[in-house]
């Protein structure tokens, strides 16, 4: 089993955990109050430009020209996705200056970017993956159920196969530079629990 998969797979259990968690509940059933969404699309907006600078910091520290190409794209993609923020703020009356981060998502950015300084590639993938990876499942596990309207955009958005090549993508990289061992596991299985503790912070 490729790296990416085995670690996914020993994960398995804190992602059911964010499925079954009353915020992505609600985003399937359209339950969520809208002020919680508000706040989760302000937040989220702030994390996801963080990221873009970790995938940053691995494109710096990339081997080839495969590696320039493959966070290139992964570097796109999260641009797209802060363009649907964007999108959402206008709809929803959302104030995406001057966020103020709450605890946990400051604990997730300072994560990321601590781990990406170091200029362990491998590592840094770990610590990446999981937000790709849980965010395609999210979607397609919730498209599968028939969301209701009011979310119902951005089950779309992770349910699509563009995002699930972004994943892909990412996870291919993560086999191609991360070693099993302790580091990648602990960095992995951090950047999931990070993931609950997002979602449940903006309930």
């Known amino acids: 089993m490729a790296l990416a998969a085995e670690l996914w797979k020993a994960n398995e259990d804190v992602a059911q955990r964010i499925l079954a968690h009353a915020f992505v509940r609600g985003l399937g059933d359209g339950t969520l109050p809208v002020d919680s969404f508000r706040s989760y699309v302000a937040q989220d907006a702030y994390f996801l430009e963080a990221f873009a ?31 649907l923020h964007e999108g959402y703020a206008g709809r929803w009356k959302v104030e995406l200056a001057g966020v ?61 196969p563009g995002f699930e090549g972004l994943a892909a993508r990412l996870e291919q990289l993560l086999d191609r530079h991360a070693t099993d061992g302790a580091a990648v596991r602990a960095n992995y299985r951090r950047a999931m629990e990070l993931e609950y503790g997002f979602f449940a912070a903006n309930l």
């Open 53 to 83: 600078r970790a995938y940053a910091f691995c494109l710096a520290n990339g081997r080839d020209r495969e590696d320039l190409y493959g966070f290139a794209e992964l570097i796109a993609g999260v641009l797209e996705e802060l363009k």
């Open 100 to 160: 103020v981060p709450l605890p946990a998502t400051a604990a997730y950015v300072d994560f990321l970017l601590a781990t990406a300084r170091t200029g362990r590639l491998g590592e840094t993938i770990a610590a990446m993956t999981p937000c790709m990876r849980l965010y395609a499942w999210l979607g397609q596990s919730l498209a599968r159920t028939g969301p209701a309207p009011l979310y119902a955009e951005w089950v779309k958005t992770y349910a699509d």
